[in-house]
C-alpha cells in the first residue's frame, strides 16, 4: 500500500498513513491531537513560504588563523 504524507493544520504535526488506493482525506486524524483538520502533502521538493527561520545563535568564531 501506498503510504502518503499529512499534515496536521491544527498543530503543524506531519505525518505518514498507508491509505488505499484512493484515499480519504475524511477519515484521516491527526495522531498527535486527533484533529480531521489534515491535508495530504506530496512527498516532494516544493517552495515553501511563510516558515521562520530560527535566528542563528551561533558564536563567532573570533580572529583564527592568519597567516
Ligand atoms: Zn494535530
Same mark, same amino acid.
Request: aromatic share 10%; proline share 9%; net charge neutral.
Given at each position: 500500500?501506498? $503510504?502518503?504524507?499529512?499534515?496536521?493544520?491544527?498543530?503543524?504535526?506531519?505525518? @505518514?498513513?498507508?491509505? =488505499?488506493?484512493?484515499?480519504s482525506?475524511r477519515?484521516?486524524?491527526?495522531?498527535?491531537?486527533? =484533529?480531521?483538520?489534515?491535508?495530504? $502533502?506530496? *512527498? *516532494?521538493?516544493?517552495? $515553501?513560504?511563510?516558515?521562520?527561520? @530560527?535566528? =542563528? *545563535? @551561533?558564536? @563567532?568564531? !573570533?580572529? !583564527?588563523?592568519?597567516?
Open positions: 500500500m501506498p $503510504v502518503y504524507e499529512y499534515i496536521c493544520l491544527k498543530c503543524n504535526e506531519n505525518f @505518514a498513513l498507508l491509505q =488505499s488506493l484512493y484515499p482525506e477519515n484521516t486524524e491527526c495522531p498527535k491531537c486527533s =484533529s480531521t483538520e489534515v491535508k495530504k $502533502v506530496l *512527498s *516532494s521538493f516544493s517552495c $515553501v513560504s511563510g516558515l521562520k527561520t @530560527a535566528p =542563528s *545563535s @551561533a558564536p @563567532a568564531p !573570533g580572529f !583564527g588563523g592568519g597567516g
